[in-house]
């Protein structure tokens, strides 16, 4: 079984709620993630495969979603873990 890979990271536009201005968000999407036995384990290899984009991407933006996604999914797995 392969580990899961990241496709890319994916700039997008959505509307604010505040305002009525357009803001750019970012989607970071998964390809090729494969059934674990647990959500541990699956958000494991998520973690890895954000780390090998991070080392990819060169852009202050999208460095900063991936490491806050990073930090989210290490929150969870610390949660799984309690």
Do not use: W
Request: proline share 1%.
């Amino acid at each position: 079984m392969n580990i899961s890979e990241l496709d890319h990271i994916r700039a997008m536009k959505v509307e604010a709620t505040e305002t009525n201005e357009k803001e750019t968000v970012y989607c970071i999407e998964y390809s090729n993630q494969p059934f674990y036995k647990n959500l541990r384990d699956s958000i494991i290899a998520q973690i890895g495969s954000c780390e090998r984009l991070l080392i990819k991407t060169n852009v202050t933006n999208e460095r900063n979603a991936i490491e806050r996604e990073m930090l989210i999914l290490k929150l969870i797995v610390d949660l799984l873990e309690y």
